[in-house]
């Protein structure tokens, strides 16, 4: 099966809309990465925006006033941060549990870790590798009949590139990228190389643009929705879309999630076992069966908006 890169858009635009389908507010959380509360300059993922951007700068640069094989050095670096980043890891994953049925989860790889226990040191976790992760996706990827996924994943992942580039254990020639792996010296042809990076850029910007478009897409909706027990829920939006979401309950509380570059809010929420996010509701005596926003009744739902 063969996935020309010209369809990553279709590709992230049609797994979100499947689980979106499936299950709203579980796909929203997996979007807005709902957990727990921080303040400013603590999003990674946002970081990895940025430093993208200045890469794409070096890359222009040293592509007029070096050499190709000093871009592909700049490529290399940029490749490795991609295929890295835990935000995306996490976003695909969520959005195969909602396709499948199941649900979003604050740390859906977390599971694939382990604890690394030292005599007279305390347990530390370690996460898992990329190549772990890749390996789950592709395994809930398949399970949930989303092959293209799969095969995107497969032309886009490396873990021989990424390993020799990160440990300094390769060379770059005008023909070939060598390496050893096992103490076992191997090399890949430039132009195969190169078709990996390619890939994997166009790969990311399309997941990343995704993201974006999807989270401006529902801000253009209604904000304000009728939930079962008398709960309204409602969307938070900014001029960069829906940046969270208030959960209204007849007794005048409401549980709140939001992300904004000044920081994480999560108030009301509680985080079940296995991940999923519960709602702190206050004293059930109460409530009421209104629908209210703020404590005051919905008189007229098609006022809202």
């Known amino acids: 099966m063969e996935l020309e890169k010209s369809k990553y858009y279709d590709l992230f635009n049609t797994l979100i809309e499947k689980a979106y389908n499936v299950n709203p507010f579980d796909t929203l959380c997996s979007l807005l ?3 727990g509360m921080s303040d400013a300059n603590w999003d990674p993922f946002e970081e990895s925006r940025k430093a993208l951007e200045d890469y794409n700068w070096i890359l222009e640069k040293t592509r007029t006033e070096r050499s190709a094989i000093s871009q592909i050095r700049i490529a290399l670096l940029m490749y490795c941060q991609l295929i890295e980043m835990t935000a995306p890891h996490e ?3 969520n959005l195969l549990s909602c396709i499948d049925g199941g649900g979003y989860k604050i740390q859906p790889l977390r599971h694939l870790g382990r604890t690394n226990n030292k005599k007279k040191k305390p347990s530390i976790y370690v996460p898992p590798s990329a190549k772990t992760k890749f390996r789950y996706i592709n395994e809930q990827a398949e399970k949930c009949n989303e092959f293209d996924l799969k095969v995107a994943i497969g032309h886009i992942y490396s873990d021989n590139i990424r390993n020799s580039f990160t440990h300094s254990d390769y060379v770059l020639t005008d023909e070939f990228f060598r390496y050893t792996e096992n103490r076992i010296s191997q090399q890949i042809p430039i132009e195969e190389l190169h078709e990996i990076i390619m890939s994997c850029f166009d790969f ?10 999807w989270l401006i897409r529902l801000s253009k ?9 008398y709960r309204v829920f409602e969307l938070l939006v900014g001029d960069n879309g829906v940046y969270g979401f208030n959960v209204h309950f007849s007794n005048g509380c409401k549980a709140t999630y939001s992300r904004r570059e000044d920081g ?7 985080f079940k076992h296995d991940g999923g996010i519960n709602f702190y ?7 009421e069966p209104l629908w209210k926003i703020d ?3 919905v008189i007229d739902w098609n006022e809202l908006p």
């Not at 990311?204 to 478009?213: D, P, T, V």
């Not at 909706?221 to 027990?229: A, F, I, L, S």
């Open 221 to 229: 909706g209604k904000r304000y929705h009728k939930w079962p027990e």
């Open 295 to 297: 404590g005051q009744p």
């Open 33 to 35: 990465r709902a957990g």
């Open 281 to 287: 509701i206050g004293s059930s005596q109460n409530l």
């Open 264 to 270: 994480i809010v999560a108030t009301n929420l509680s």
């Open 91 to 93: 976003i695909m994953t």
């Open 204 to 213: 990311y910007s399309q997941f990343m643009r995704l993201h974006r478009l």
